[in-house]
């Protein structure tokens, strides 16, 4: 059984940072290809962030890129998300994903969430203003 635990959501104050943690058991995920996705109330799910396998590629949504980094710890089986000047429009739950692949064998893979296969509960970030 995989298992994918996001952590470290909470509530922040616009202009402040938020660092959300993956942890995935079950299963090596030593070198997968991981994102990270998010959903606000009444809308559908968004892509936020990827990260290949060997960390060599990342990808952003436009909405966050220079604002959020995306990294891993193959050694801890761990994906990360540094959320900086965060925005109230961030407010949303985000999910981890993980792939059975260590890269995207086309770059937009990256940003469809039906080339994940593992998913996570989702942790809830809340932006104020």
Excluded: H
Excluded at 21 to 45: D, I, L, V, Y
Excluded at 55 to 64: E, I, Q
């Amino acid at each position: 059984q995989v298992q994918l635990v996001e952590s470290g959501g909470g509530l922040v104050q616009a202009g402040g940072s938020l660092r959300l943690s993956c942890a995935a058991s079950g299963r090596t995920f030593s070198s997968n290809a991981m994102g990270w996705f998010r959903q606000a109330p009444g809308k559908e799910r968004e892509f936020v962030a990827a990260i290949t396998g060997s960390g060599s590629s990342t990808y952003y949504a436009d909405s966050v890129k220079g604002l959020f980094t995306i990294s891993g710890d193959n050694a801890k089986n761990t994906v990360y998300l540094q959320m900086n000047s965060l925005k109230p429009e961030d407010t949303a739950v985000y999910y981890c994903a993980a792939t059975t692949g260590t890269y995207y064998t086309r770059s937009y893979y990256a940003y469809s969430a039906s080339r994940y296969d593992y998913w996570g509960q989702g942790t809830q970030v809340t932006v104020s203003s």
